[in-house]
């Protein structure tokens, strides 16, 4: 009985898996538009303002990559979320054959300590998200910049 529960459940960790990879490919692609976008903005944005710098800008500047970043956040969340499941049903074969003489090594997908708790805070603040700190930043550099009217 616990064979048929175990190939089920690796069934269910193949599938799992491959949902995580879509949403890592997901993020990925996020990325791209964002600055695809954020390029293509600017260039219209000159274009409609005479090649003229003004506020509108740092605005497109700021709101595209808040954009996308909580984007990329919300996906980064549900692969963290479904790698935990892929720990639990880990979990719950190794746990059916404790008792077995023949005993595989099965690993971690998480740091058990990473299961549950922030996940929400890891998922907007982790190094992936690198290319949104430096966007934002680089927008507020320039405006400040714009501001004192050095540019």
């Known amino acids: 009985m616990s064979e048929i529960k175990d190939q089920i459940d690796w069934k269910v960790i193949d599938q799992l898996h491959a949902a995580t990879i879509e949403f ?3 993020c990925s692609n996020i990325k791209k538009i964002c600055v695809t976008l954020l390029i293509a903005t600017c260039t219209l944005l000159a274009k409609f303002n005479d090649n003229s710098l003004d506020l509108s800008f740092f605005v497109a ?9 909580g984007l ?5 969340f ?4 479904l ?6 049903k880990l979990n719950e074969i190794r746990n059916r054959n404790l008792n077995d003489t ?6 971690y997908v998480l740091e058990i300590e990473r299961n549950n ?3 929400i805070y890891r998922s907007i603040f982790n190094y992936s998200m690198l290319l949104y700190y430096i966007l934002l930043l680089g927008d507020l550099t320039l405006f400040i ?3 004192m009217e050095w540019i």
Do not use: C, M
């Open 102 to 107: 023949i005993i595989t090594p099965i690993g």
């Open 72 to 76: 990329d956040a919300s996906s980064y």
């Open 117 to 119: 708790d922030k996940r």
């Open 78 to 81: 549900y692969q963290e979320r």
């Open 24 to 26: 890592s490919r997901n």
């Open 145 to 147: 910049v714009y501001k």
């Open 61 to 69: 500047g700021f709101f595209i990559p808040l954009f996308f970043w």
């Open 83 to 88: 790698r935990g499941i892929i720990n639990g």
